[in-house]
């Protein structure tokens, strides 16, 4: 191939590489893809960037998901077995007993009124601390 030949197959498929990033990028601005920093975690996800080690950590973070991104004024022990399904997660085998232990810890505190007609908690502010250090040593877990 003689040089000029060269110089236009180089430009063609620069040319074509620019539409297609043209497309690409597109399609993500329009269905929330890469890069897209308005799309909403989903809960596995927000979980995954807490790491949890065990499930009275899970059910700290799934309760701030719910109140934070599901947007919950309170929630229930109902909440947060729909909430570690949806997490894919087992729930513990006595939900209440995290949430007593997480009251006990000053991260969960009763509602001033049941969600329902059953018995609610929200987080506290040591608990949104908690949450928001990823539970990193020095931190009150």
Same mark, same amino acid.
């Given at each position: 191939?003689?040089?000029?030949?060269?110089?236009?197959?180089?430009?063609?498929?620069?040319?074509?590489?620019?539409?297609?990033?043209?497309?690409?990028?597109?399609?993500?601005?329009?269905?929330?893809?890469?890069?897209?920093?308005? !799309?909403?975690?989903?809960?596995?996800? *927000? =979980?995954? $960037?807490? @790491? &949890? /080690? +065990?499930?009275?950590?899970?059910?700290?973070?799934?309760?701030?998901?719910?109140?934070?991104?599901?947007?919950?004024?309170?929630?229930?022990?109902?909440?947060?077995?729909?909430?570690?399904?949806?997490?894919?997660?087992?729930?513990?085998?006595?939900?209440?007993?995290?949430?007593? !232990?997480?009251?006990?810890?000053?991260? *969960? =505190?009763? $509602?001033? @009124? &049941? /969600? +329902?007609?059953?018995?609610?908690?929200?987080?506290?502010?040591?608990?949104?601390?908690?949450?928001?250090?990823?539970?990193?040593?020095?931190?009150?877990?």
């Amino acid at each position: 191939m003689a040089g000029q030949e060269i110089t236009d197959k180089i430009n063609d498929l620069e040319s074509r590489i620019e539409r297609i990033e043209g497309i690409l990028h597109n399609s993500q601005s329009h269905s929330g893809g890469v890069g897209d920093s308005s !799309k909403k975690l989903s809960i596995k996800e *927000f =979980m995954l $960037a807490k @790491k &949890p /080690k +065990d499930d009275l950590q899970r059910t700290l973070v799934i309760a701030s998901y719910l109140e934070n991104e599901s947007k919950y004024e309170s929630f229930t022990a109902e909440d947060l077995k729909r909430g570690f399904r949806e997490a894919r997660v087992s729930p513990p085998a006595n939900i209440n007993d995290k949430v007593n !232990k997480n009251i006990a810890k000053g991260l *969960f =505190m009763s $509602a001033d @009124k &049941p /969600k +329902d007609g059953k018995k609610a908690w929200v987080i506290t502010a040591t608990g949104e601390q908690v949450i928001a250090n990823s539970f990193e040593v020095g931190q009150n877990e």
